[in-house]
C-alpha cells in the first residue's frame, strides 16, 4: 500500500483517467485528490467514485482566492460534503502580486474555520509563507494538518513540526539537496508521502506525472533516511492511519489501510 497525499486527478485528460486509475489499482495507492476549486472538486468526486482508493478533497488553491472571497457561503455545502479540505492555504511566493494577500488570508481563515467545526483534515499550502501559516493554524487550533511539498526555511519547518503537522514529501527529492535535508528532519511519525500529480513532476522535468511515480518517490525518500523502502511505506501507512483512525468523514478508507 502507497500512500499519495496530494495529487490532483482532475488535471488528467478523460483519456489519461483510465490510465491512472489501473495504476492506483495495481499498485494499491491511496490517493488524496485535492482541488483547486470548486469545479476541480466536482471532477475529483466523480472520479473518486470509480474507485475506492481515491478520496476527493475540496478547497480553494490561495491563487484562487480573489475569485471566491466575497462568496464564500455558496460553497459552504460543498465543504460539509468532502471528507477532508485542502488544497487551501496562503501563497506568497508564486503569487507575486501582494494585493491578493488579504483575499488567501480571508479564505484561509474561513476554510480552517470550517474544519475546525466538522473536525476535518486539512491539506495545505504555504510556498513563502511559512510563519503566517503556522499563526494561523495556532489561531484556530488546527490539530490535524498535511503541509504539502514544504520547501521553505528549516527553523519554520521546526515550528510546524511542533504544532503535530505532517508532512508529505514528492518528487523533488530526486532533485534538491535542500529538500533532502527537510525530509532528513521530518519526524517519523509526521511523514507521508506524495506525487502532486500531474504537475508537480512536469513542473521539474517538463514531463507528467503518473501515480507510479510514487514508488520512486519512496525510494528517494528511504534512501536518504536510511532506512529500508520497506520499512518507509510501513511508516507511512501507519501514519496515515493514526491519522485517520477516529475520523467519520474517512471510515470509508481506512478498512485500506489495515
Known amino acids: 500500500m502507497f500512500i499519495d497525499a496530494h495529487a490532483h486527478l482532475d488535471k488528467y485528460n478523460d483519456d489519461d483517467v483510465e490510465r491512472v486509475l489501473a495504476q492506483i489499482e495495481q499498485d494499491q495507492i491511496l490517493t488524496l485528490s485535492v482541488s483547486v476549486d470548486e469545479r476541480s472538486f466536482l471532477r475529483s468526486e466523480a472520479i473518486a467514485a470509480r474507485s475506492p482508493l481515491v478520496v476527493p478533497s475540496f478547497g480553494i488553491h490561495p491563487a484562487e482566492a480573489p475569485r471566491f472571497v466575497h462568496s464564500l457561503d455558496e460553497v459552504e455545502d460543498t465543504v460539509l460534503r468532502s471528507p477532508l479540505i485542502g488544497e487551501i492555504g496562503l501563497?506568497?511566493?508564486?503569487?507575486?502580486?501582494?494585493?491578493?494577500?488579504?483575499?488567501?488570508?480571508?479564505?484561509?481563515?474561513?476554510?480552517?474555520?470550517?474544519?475546525?467545526?466538522?473536525?476535518?483534515?486539512?491539506?495545505?499550502?504555504?510556498?513563502?509563507?511559512?510563519?503566517?501559516?503556522?499563526?494561523?493554524?495556532?489561531?484556530?487550533?488546527?490539530?490535524?494538518?498535511?503541509?504539502?511539498?514544504?520547501?521553505?526555511?528549516?527553523?519554520?519547518?521546526?515550528?510546524?513540526?511542533?504544532?503535530?503537522?505532517?508532512?508529505?514529501?514528492?518528487?523533488?527529492?530526486?532533485?534538491?539537496?535542500?529538500?533532502?535535508?527537510?525530509?532528513?528532519?521530518?519526524?517519523?511519525?509526521?511523514?507521508?508521502?506524495?506525487?502532486?500529480?500531474?504537475?508537480?513532476?512536469?513542473?521539474?522535468?517538463?514531463?507528467s506525472g503518473y501515480p507510479t511515480v510514487i514508488a520512486s518517490v519512496v525510494d528517494e525518500l528511504a534512501r536518504v533516511r536510511e532506512v529500508s523502502s520497506a520499512s518507509l511505506l510501513e511508516e507511512v501507512r501507519s501514519n496515515m492511519a493514526n491519522l485517520i483512525r477516529d475520523d467519520p468523514h474517512m471510515r470509508p478508507w481506512l478498512a485500506s489501510l489495515a
Not at 503569487?95 to 488570508?105: E, I, K, P, Y
Not at 535535508?181 to 517519523?188: D, E, F, L, Y
Open 91 to 207: 501563497d506568497h511566493r508564486f503569487v507575486t502580486d501582494t494585493s491578493q494577500f488579504d483575499a488567501q488570508r480571508t479564505v484561509f481563515r474561513r476554510f480552517l474555520t470550517w474544519a475546525a467545526e466538522q473536525n476535518k483534515i486539512v491539506n495545505l499550502h504555504c510556498a513563502g509563507a511559512e510563519q503566517d501559516t503556522a499563526r494561523m493554524l495556532s489561531d484556530h487550533h488546527t490539530e490535524r494538518a498535511i503541509v504539502h511539498w514544504y520547501s521553505g526555511p528549516l527553523d519554520d519547518l521546526t515550528q510546524l513540526i511542533q504544532k503535530g503537522c505532517m508532512f508529505s514529501v514528492g518528487v523533488e527529492i530526486r532533485q534538491s539537496d535542500h529538500i533532502r535535508q527537510i525530509a532528513r528532519m521530518i519526524p517519523s511519525t509526521q511523514l507521508l508521502t506524495e506525487t502532486d500529480n500531474p504537475g508537480g513532476l512536469r513542473w521539474l522535468t517538463e514531463e
